[in-house]
């Protein structure tokens, strides 16, 4: 039997002074704005299709890639496998570690996937 542990990032929280949920701060630029690049952090959540024609073999890995102008350097991008295609995820062995660049990130597994895999991620700034 395959284990699989994922964990979940939920990008808000509890203001108590005005009673409201909040992005998470994220760290500061120069300016004292929550942003690392100076600006209000942004959050961008993306459902996402990993279609069983798009992997390709490459050095002992299938690697998905999908292309993103919104992930850019200093982004920060949680992916959640969705419950409806989690049975062909764990089959294939999703890795846990995607690899991102700008513009793009690559998600690795092990065993070719049989069938399209949804995910949701999500582009913090």
């Keep these: 039997m395959k284990r699989v542990i994922i964990t979940f990032l939920h990008p808000y929280t509890f203001d108590a002074k005005t009673g409201k949920s909040v992005i998470l701060k994220l760290g500061q630029g120069e300016d004292g704005k929550d942003g690392a690049d100076g600006k209000d952090a942004s959050v961008t959540n993306k459902p996402y299709s990993l279609s069983a024609a798009g992997w390709v073999y490459e050095a002992g890995y299938y690697k998905y890639t999908i292309t993103d102008?919104?992930?850019?350097?200093?982004?920060?991008?949680?992916?959640?496998?969705?419950?409806?295609?989690?049975?062909?995820?764990?089959?294939?062995?999703?890795?846990?570690?995607?690899?991102f660049g700008e513009g793009f990130m690559k998600i690795f597994a092990i065993n070719r996937p049989n069938g399209d895999i949804?995910?949701?991620?999500?582009v913090i700034t």
């Design 69 to 99: 102008p919104e992930i850019v350097d200093g982004a920060y991008v949680p992916v959640t496998l969705a419950n409806d295609t989690l049975a062909v995820a764990v089959d294939a062995d999703i890795q846990p570690s995607p690899e």
């Design 118 to 122: 949804n995910v949701n991620y999500t």
